[in-house]
């Protein structure tokens, strides 16, 4: 249930509101727009609040929410939410790209890479410190100093960070050395990794898990949300079906549906989403056309020999820069801004 009042209202009334809800053992969450303001009720409240409600001064109209994910949702929060980080703006007319390779290998690796990626014009370096992976003796990333060297990588070259965490105990860890934390597919329903960062304010890309419903992404995602972090991304990253030619198959329909269920921005992931160096390309600049807010691309200098063995869906830098000079010319056309360096094409 939401609560809807004019901006027009004084701050103590709208704390004399708030304070009214709360006493009916439920939990609030106030969004200030531009044309109103909305206080969200989070619990299960008493039926007869909502006529309550209704007859107090300065409430414009109470809305019960139907979706099990409030805070989520478009009826919560009709406007887009717009994520800044460091002058970086995410979920608005800006596309924003994050590269680079699935994992940190060495601190060479990761500065030659943060130089291409920001030569490229993409925004942010992403690069895995702990890395989730099917079997137990693979490459597993080389932890906190792998943070380490990525974070030093992206001071040096002005471009913001993304890693992924794991596990509750490495939240403020990564939170400490990364701009933006990821949460894996498998880790989408990892309740409490979620709720650990709910208690953060570092923004975070939530991955749709490879079997998930939109309900269910959404709901992963009012985890962090019901936890106080308002800063969530959601990542549309592929799902598994009977095809097996691709690693996964990109949902792109994920994009405009969840934009029309949810204001939090959508990010898309075409590596992960085909595992087919050949097929990012095209599903990257199909993403942009169905609406994406940003892209997160897989790009590495010796694909070859990465340690994850993710080099088959992983660009090489050449092909990086010419898809964010293709992206500069699309972008306008899907009515956004992507304005990239133009040494890109000599990397």
Known sequence: MIVVTSTNIREERLQELVGYIEKHEVATHVVKGEDRIVIGIIGKADPKLAEQLRQMKDVIEVIKISKSYKLASREFQPANTVISIKGVEIGGDQLVVMGGPCAVESAEQIDDIARLVKAAGAQVLRGGAFKPRTGPYSF???????????????????????TEVMTPEYVDVCAEYADILQVGTRNMQNFDLLRKLGTIQTPVLLKRGFSATYDEFLNAAEYILAGGNPNVMLCERGIRTFET?????????????????????????????TGRRELVEPMAKASVA???NGLIIEMHTDPDNSMTGDGVQSLFPDQFAKLMHDLEQLSPLCGKKFDTPKEALSV
């Open 140 to 162: 597993q990333g080389v932890g906190v100093e792998g943070l380490q060297m990525m974070a030093e990588a992206g001071k040096k070259h002005n471009i913001l960070t993304i």
């Open 245 to 273: 030619y691709t690693r996964n198959t990109l949902d792109l329909a994920a994009i405009p549906v969840l934009q029309s269920l949810s204001h939090l921005p959508v990010i898309s992931d075409p590596s992960h989403g």
């Open 290 to 292: 169905a609406g994406a």
